[in-house]
């Protein structure tokens, strides 16, 4: 079993830097595909970006946060990053970071949050209006 953790969330203006961290227990952290997501009230659960497992060489974004947000990874600290360049109302939303053993980067994959297999509490987002 793999614990997650996400530090970092909390009230934040538009425009706004922040940048989330992802903690997990796993021996072997590079062996997992990561990502992160999202999930405002009364609305589903939604990808915002994965990240392949080893060197995450390959990226999946939605599109409403490409060229915004920058997801990274650092296995040796066992850790997964999103960087959010500018924050905007809009991604006010509870955020979820989530790790699955299988290959998890792509469309067809990332857009499935059922699939990934450990998921953290997530942190709260909130951005003013």
């Known amino acids: 079993h793999v614990n997650v953790v996400e530090p970092g969330g909390g009230l934040f203006q538009p425009g706004e830097s922040l940048k989330l961290s992802c903690v997990a227990s796993?021996?072997?952290?590079?062996?997992?595909?990561m990502g992160w997501f999202r999930q405002a009230p009364v609305k589903k659960r939604e990808v915002v970006s994965c990240?392949?497992?080893?060197?995450?060489?390959?990226?999946y974004y939605r599109d409403s946060v490409k060229g915004r947000f920058t997801i990274s990874r650092d296995n040796a600290k066992n850790s997964l990053y999103l960087q959010i360049h500018t924050l905007e109302p809009g991604d006010t939303a509870m955020y979820y970071c989530?790790?699955?053993?299988?290959?998890?980067?792509?469309?067809?994959?990332?857009?499935?949050?059922?699939?990934?297999?450990?998921w953290g509490q997530g942190t709260q987002v909130s951005v003013s209006s």
């Open positions: 989530a790790a699955d053993p299988e290959y998890k980067v792509g469309a067809v994959f990332c857009e499935a949050p059922a699939g990934f297999t450990f």
């Open positions: 990240i392949s497992r080893y060197d995450g060489s390959s990226t």
């Open positions: 796993a021996a072997s952290l590079d062996t997992y595909s």
